[in-house]
Protein backbone atom coordinates (compact mmCIF):
# COMPACT_ATOMS: atom_id res chain seq x y z
CA UNK A 1 0.00 0.00 0.00
CA UNK A 2 1.08 3.12 -1.01
CA UNK A 3 0.48 6.29 1.77
CA UNK A 4 -0.73 9.53 0.02
CA UNK A 5 -0.07 13.10 0.83
CA UNK A 6 -1.80 15.85 0.23
CA UNK A 7 0.53 18.69 -0.32
CA UNK A 8 0.39 21.72 1.69
CA UNK A 9 -1.12 25.17 0.00
CA UNK A 10 1.75 27.91 -0.96
CA UNK A 11 0.29 30.77 1.48
CA UNK A 12 3.36 32.74 2.05
CA UNK A 13 6.39 33.12 -0.44
CA UNK A 14 9.68 35.61 0.43
CA UNK A 15 11.55 36.85 -2.83
CA UNK A 16 14.39 39.41 -3.70
CA UNK A 17 13.52 41.21 -7.32
CA UNK A 18 14.73 44.63 -8.57
CA UNK A 19 13.81 47.63 -6.24
CA UNK A 20 11.66 50.40 -6.96
CA UNK A 21 14.30 52.82 -6.47
CA UNK A 22 16.04 54.34 -9.94
CA UNK A 23 19.07 52.04 -9.37
CA UNK A 24 16.31 49.02 -9.69
CA UNK A 25 18.67 47.62 -6.12
CA UNK A 26 17.31 44.48 -4.89
CA UNK A 27 14.69 44.47 -2.25
CA UNK A 28 12.25 41.74 -0.59
CA UNK A 29 9.30 41.38 -1.62
CA UNK A 30 6.89 39.44 0.64
CA UNK A 31 3.54 37.78 -1.33
CA UNK A 32 0.43 36.57 1.20
CA UNK A 33 -2.12 34.69 0.12
CA UNK A 34 -5.35 36.16 0.99
CA UNK A 35 -7.86 34.25 -0.95
CA UNK A 36 -7.73 30.66 -2.68
CA UNK A 37 -10.75 29.28 -4.10
CA UNK A 38 -12.05 25.43 -3.30
CA UNK A 39 -12.59 24.60 -7.08
CA UNK A 40 -10.12 26.17 -8.65
CA UNK A 41 -10.46 23.78 -12.17
CA UNK A 42 -14.08 26.07 -12.41
CA UNK A 43 -14.29 29.68 -14.22
CA UNK A 44 -13.70 32.66 -11.24
CA UNK A 45 -11.21 33.72 -9.21
CA UNK A 46 -8.35 31.27 -8.72
CA UNK A 47 -6.23 32.91 -6.05
CA UNK A 48 -5.97 36.15 -4.13
CA UNK A 49 -2.57 37.62 -3.04
CA UNK A 50 -1.30 40.59 -1.49
CA UNK A 51 2.07 42.00 -2.58
CA UNK A 52 4.34 44.28 -0.10
CA UNK A 53 7.80 45.41 -0.54
CA UNK A 54 7.54 48.09 -3.36
CA UNK A 55 6.48 51.86 -2.85
CA UNK A 56 2.92 50.74 -2.08
CA UNK A 57 1.14 47.49 -1.73
CA UNK A 58 -0.25 45.29 -4.50
CA UNK A 59 -2.60 42.93 -5.12
CA UNK A 60 -2.07 39.80 -7.64
CA UNK A 61 -5.26 37.68 -8.80
CA UNK A 62 -5.49 34.76 -11.09
CA UNK A 63 -9.14 34.44 -12.78
CA UNK A 64 -10.07 31.32 -14.87
CA UNK A 65 -11.79 32.05 -17.55
CA UNK A 66 -14.26 30.09 -19.56
CA UNK A 67 -12.07 28.50 -21.74
CA UNK A 68 -10.12 27.30 -18.99
CA UNK A 69 -7.29 29.25 -19.39
CA UNK A 70 -5.95 31.08 -16.11
CA UNK A 71 -5.32 35.14 -16.69
CA UNK A 72 -3.37 36.82 -13.59
CA UNK A 73 -3.64 40.73 -12.76
CA UNK A 74 -2.03 43.12 -11.18
CA UNK A 75 -2.65 46.67 -9.22
CA UNK A 76 1.13 47.71 -10.01
CA UNK A 77 1.23 50.79 -12.50
CA UNK A 78 3.63 48.78 -14.91
CA UNK A 79 0.63 46.16 -15.26
CA UNK A 80 -2.25 48.75 -15.63
CA UNK A 81 -0.12 50.78 -18.04
CA UNK A 82 1.77 48.30 -20.20
CA UNK A 83 -0.56 45.26 -19.46
CA UNK A 84 -3.45 47.38 -21.19
CA UNK A 85 -1.56 47.64 -24.46
CA UNK A 86 -0.15 44.60 -24.33
CA UNK A 87 -2.03 41.11 -23.14
CA UNK A 88 1.08 39.49 -23.20
CA UNK A 89 3.17 41.44 -20.63
CA UNK A 90 3.78 40.44 -17.21
CA UNK A 91 5.05 42.85 -14.46
CA UNK A 92 7.73 41.66 -12.46
CA UNK A 93 5.41 40.88 -9.48
CA UNK A 94 3.25 38.54 -11.52
CA UNK A 95 6.63 36.73 -13.25
CA UNK A 96 8.00 35.90 -9.85
CA UNK A 97 5.05 34.66 -8.34
CA UNK A 98 4.57 31.93 -11.53
CA UNK A 99 7.66 30.69 -10.87
CA UNK A 100 7.16 29.25 -7.69
CA UNK A 101 2.77 29.05 -7.64
CA UNK A 102 0.29 26.86 -9.76
CA UNK A 103 -2.62 27.83 -10.39
Do not use: N
Not at 28 to 47: D, L, N
Not at 82 to 99: I, P, S, T, W, Y
Amino acid sequence: MIATMEVPQLTMVLTVLPGPDRKRRPAYYQYRMKFHSEHPETPGCVALWEVAGGREAYQISVEREESGRCKWHCTCADAVYRGELDERHRCKHVQALQVVSVA
